[in-house]
């Protein structure tokens, strides 16, 4: 297994609390959602807070070990080759949903 050093983390110390009408509701979207000023806070604040977008990133990094498994072997049979070429697919797929998610996220704070 490879090895992973983090490098930073997205601070999350700071606390948000939305402007809440009588009704517990945010009353508007800029007070919803908080500024971002990185990636890895927008990642952070959407993993804590986006059923699916927590989802789509389990099931990335479950397809990422299973690729790093297979990219561990000292060669691939043809069906081995196959099956990395589907997992690069699957997760590339994964990933782009999750930016997708993201870059509405952003799109929203913009607006």
Not at 20 to 28: C, D, F, I, Q, Y
Not at 79 to 100: G, P, S, T, V, Y
Request: glycine share 0%.
């Amino acid at each position: 297994m490879n090895e992973v050093t983090i490098t930073h983390r997205a601070d999350l110390s700071v606390s948000y609390k939305p402007n809440l009408n009588r009704l517990g509701e945010a009353t508007s979207l800029e007070e919803e959602l908080p500024k971002m000023d990185s990636q890895e806070e927008l990642k952070a604040h959407l993993m804590a807070n986006d059923e699916e977008y927590r989802r789509l990133a389990s099931e990335h990094s479950t397809y990422a070990r299973k690729l790093d498994e297979l990219e561990a072997l000292p060669h691939l049979s043809a069906e081995e080759e196959i099956e990395e070429h589907r997992l690069k697919k699957i997760k590339l797929r994964l990933k782009d949903q999750m930016e997708a998610i993201a870059s509405r996220s952003r799109s929203r704070q913009v607006a």
